[in-house]
């Protein structure tokens, strides 16, 4: 563990320009700088993220750390920050670690195939408003990996959940809705992710709010999807 | 240089189908053979590394994020334009058309706007095909809002996060690609060169950010989507890691650069707060259609605006532009807010703030329909300023958001160097001297999804390109020269940071090449440039070394960059002796200080040549024709 001392915080910076500012004096003093994630700053690449003082994403909710200002914390403040504890993402260094493990799952099965070109007219299948708004919700995941961090198990429920709810609410995504869940989900298992128990820390760390709902999608998906697979295999085998 | 745009003869609405038949094809068991490069995995970069990788092709994708999902198209909130018509309110592919190039102040390329339009039809299509959750009405069907710079409602949006559903489904598409053994994934990976043989572009020299380790790969083409340059400025709305590297390395390897000085200045952005401020935040332009933007009557009016009677505000937008009000376009916009400040009227402490207030739409529709709009923005607006824009107005001032300069590019998207396309933000050539509101998302994506597919495959099929062999010495010199570089910044280890030299690079560009230009400021800003960029090399303290993870050094390589750039864009701005778009010439004003353009002198692109280290650039100039829309002085009045 190494100590920092932050000087001159203004309660309008964010806490990511806090850390540039201690940065800034550390590469003054010939010191090596805290390495951390981030990018837009806007809350949504998702790249940024660490613990502070054991809580994802810090103390304010619904919020990332690059947006997260230092007005929520009180002068002569001691803040613990480490990075994503989780097997399945290594750390690299000080803060950042390797999310790479999440692209693997998407890579699975969390697309619709549609060929470059050969989509129909985009109005030609209603969606429910209802419906649209629900995938929207779930689509609004940013891959930054607090769920995992969160989580006691380390589980990776959420943010595969997120993706099946997504493209399982709509119609588009009906054809590979089986094939996706049964691959996404054995990619999520065959990674150092822990299984989903319950406990809904996810939920509560989640700066995009998603809801615990996606793991009940996530888990009926695949429920269904064994059973037809089976008898899909069997029928073939026939 | 011979700059040969390509452009396809005959009337404009047959030229891209002309176009796409006169090209050759590659024959489908063949393109496997075929490797190609592409940098960078946002909107173009990932549309063409799936689409390609879908069509055979052997694709190296390259970003500098730890993903492909966090390129910076994922912060685009607002929408994205199609010509689809679904309003019933007079849109068609031709009007997109007016409207672009004439919101371009008529320095845009016609054929590649129309091409733009026609395109955005299909982009529609595909992306709900994705699963995109676009907005819906309760019928089931797509809805719509305006932007700025139209009259018709044709903005598809997914709340107040369109750049990221796209993304996220160009992303997916890019994920399926590379689990199927097509795409292979270079992720924190950044391209510091290019490498020319024969005069074509045949690879890239690379850094892994991780390891420190450099490499090269070659391909029979490149294609670079590695998006803008805005943070050349240092406080601009763009990612942190955004930068001009890949293009301007590319520059210096032959590739003309256009329009350099073409930026973007966005109108709604939070405005900045103190010295420690490292990145600006864009309120989505979309919060106009519902918001009325204002300043007090009286300079130096320091009471809070729910004080200030509404007979002592000045709706100085509806006032000066009483039919597109409040969605004027952008550079418009942005030149009000900066008049406004300037006479003393703009407020919050710094006096660099105009108010955008929603009171009355709060009134007249109810909190709620202002919550489902804009919920998410109103949030953020929260947690940056900690004030409430549901009870007093939103603070906001003008940043640079966009750059409409770039990597030159003929009709097929490549630059002047054969074998070398360019996408998305980092080519020049869609929206002239400013961009409407929702076009980049959709240019990203047409160039992506269903140009480069055509282009590219026309470029291999008609050149015969010998094998070339990673150690080929072309390649190993290139490789040398990177690693020779990396290691003089290194090696410096002065006194100052990457960071302070960045910072204040910004604010001379800010000053003198920002919203507001003239030749005397200009010609300043290069001598101090210059300056500076001579005591970056001598002073500059990149602390640590190569072989691992050194964010330091990272961004030390792009801050150099900039330095060049930077300088460059100046040249152009003090080159170009008129006002259009974005770019203003306080010389070059109407009397009620609008934009005045001089399309006798300056109809033209002007693509920028890298003619050495030490000797100035070489412009050349390609004619702009305005056969279809007529070039006028713009008015949104």
């Known amino acids: 563990m190494q100590r920092y001392e932050a000087k001159d915080v203004s309660p309008d910076m964010s806490f990511l320009e806090m850390l540039d500012v201690v940065n800034e004096k550390l590469i003054a003093e010939g010191t090596a700088p805290i390495t951390f994630e981030h990018d837009c700053r806007e809350g949504i690449c998702g790249s940024c993220g660490f613990m502070i003082n054991g809580v994802a994403h810090g103390p304010k909710s619904g919020t990332t750390v690059c947006q997260l200002h230092m007005r929520s914390f009180k002068d002569g403040d001691e803040l613990y920050l480490e990075p994503w504890r989780a097997k399945a993402f290594p750390v690299l260094k000080d803060l950042m670690v390797d999310r790479n493990a999440f692209d693997r799952i998407i890579a699975a099965g969390g697309f619709i195939t549609a060929r470059t070109g050969s989509a129909q007219d985009a109005n030609s299948i209603p969606v429910p408003k209802a419906y649209a708004d629900r995938a929207m919700d779930a689509a609004a995941c940013i891959g930054c990996g607090a769920c995992v961090a969160s989580c006691p198990n380390a589980s990776a429920a959420l943010f595969t959940g997120a993706k099946i709810s997504h493209l399982g609410l709509l119609p588009q995504g009906q054809a590979e809705r089986d094939r996706r869940a049964l691959r996404m989900i054995a990619q999520f298992s065959s990674e150092l992710f822990g299984s989903c128990t319950n406990i809904g820390e996810c939920e509560a760390a989640c700066p995009k709010h998603i809801s615990l709902s996606v793991i009940a999608q996530m888990n009926g998906d695949y429920l269904k999807a064994s059973v037809r697979d089976r008898g899909a295999v069997k029928e073939s085998s026939d | ?637």
């Not at chain 2, 690609?177 to 290019?194: A, N």
């Not at chain 2, 920028?608 to 030490?614: H, K």
């Open chain 2, 1 to 637: 240089m011979q700059l040969d745009s390509r452009i396809p003869s005959g009337p404009i609405e047959k030229a891209w189908e002309k176009t796409r038949f006169e090209m050759k094809l590659v024959n489908p068991a063949n393109k496997r053979k075929f490797t190609v490069i592409v940098v960078g995995t946002g909107l173009g970069g990932g549309a063409a590394a799936a689409s390609l990788g879908e069509l055979g092709y052997n694709v190296k994708c390259f970003c500098f994020q730890d993903s492909p999902r966090r390129a910076h198209s994922i912060a685009a909130q607002g929408g994205i334009n199609a010509a689809k018509n679904y309003q019933n309110d007079g849109d068609s592919i031709y009007r997109l058309f007016y409207d672009t190039v004439k919101g371009g102040d008529f320095r845009a390329r016609e054929h590649n706007v129309y091409r733009l339009a026609q395109n955005s039809v299909s982009i529609i299509d595909q992306c709900v095909a994705q699963g995109v959750p676009f907005a819906r009405e309760y019928g089931g069907l797509l809805a719509n809002r305006s932007f700025g710079g139209a009259q018709v409602s044709r903005t598809f949006y997914a709340r107040g996060q369109t750049g990221q559903q796209l993304l996220l489904g160009a992303y997916q598409a890019l994920e399926a690609q590379i689990d199927s053994g097509r795409v292979t994934m270079y992720p924190r990976t950044e391209m510091l060169d290019l490498v020319v043989i024969d005069g074509k572009a045949r690879g890239i020299i690379t850094r892994n950010l991780v390891t420190g380790k450099i490499e090269s790969h070659v391909a029979d083409a490149v294609v670079l989507a590695s998006g803008g340059y805005g943070n050349v400025y240092y406080l601009s709305t763009n990612a942190k890691g955004s930068n001009c590297t890949a293009i301007w390395r590319a520059h210096k390897r032959g590739a003309a650069f256009a329009n350099p000085c073409f930026t973007q200045i966005h109108p709604t952005c939070i405005p900045v707060s103190g010295e420690y401020q490292s990145k600006l935040t864009l309120m989505s332009e979309s919060l106009r259609n519902d918001g009325r933007i204002w300043v007090p009557l009286q300079k130096g009016d320091k009471r809070p605006a729910s004080q200030i009677p509404e007979n002592e505000r000045d709706y100085y937008l509806e006032r000066r532009y009483p039919s597109f009000g409040n969605l004027v376009p952008r550079d418009v916009a942005s030149r009000a807010a900066k008049a406004v400040c300037d006479e003393g009227r703009g407020v919050g402490e710094t006096g660099l703030g105009v108010y955008l207030d929603f009171a009355e739409s709060i009134s007249r529709l109810g909190r709620g329909a202002i919550e489902e709009r804009y919920g998410n923005l109103f949030e953020m607006y929260e947690r940056i300023t900690g004030e409430n824009p549901y009870e007093m107005p939103m603070r906001i001032y003008p940043a640079i958001h966009y750059t409409m300069g770039g990597l030159w590019v003929d009709y097929q998207l490549m630059s002047s160097i054969p074998g070398l396309f360019v996408l998305g933000e980092a080519n020049f050539s869609d929206h002239g001297a400013n961009r409407l509101g929702a076009s980049a998302l959709m240019q990203g994506l047409s160039d992506g999804y269903f140009i480069i597919p055509y282009t590219l495959g026309n470029y291999l099929a008609s050149n015969k390109l010998a094998k070339v062999d990673a150690g080929a010495p072309e390649v190993r010199n290139v490789l040398s020269e990177v690693e020779n570089s990396v290691k003089r910044l290194l090696s410096i280890k002065g006194k100052r940071t990457v960071t302070s030299f960045h910072r204040e690079l910004g604010k001379i560009m800010w000053d003198h090449c920002g919203m507001a230009r003239n030749a005397e400021g200009l010609k300043q800003a290069i001598r101090q440039i210059r300056a500076l960029r001579e005591e970056f090399w001598r002073d500059v303290n990149v602390p640590g070394s190569g072989d691992d993870l050194n964010q330091q050094l990272e961004n030390a390589g792009r801050v150099a960059d900039f330095f060049e750039l930077g300088e460059l864009m100046c040249v152009d701005a003090l080159e170009r002796n008129e006002s259009c778009g974005g770019h203003f010439r306080e010389e070059f004003q109407t009397d009620e200080g609008e934009a005045m353009r001089d399309d006798e002198h300056y109809q033209y692109v002007a693509a920028w040549e890298y003619m050495g280290p030490d000797a100035p650039h070489q412009l050349n100039k390609e004619p702009l024709n305005f056969e279809y829309v007529h070039p006028a002085q713009r008015s949104y009045k």
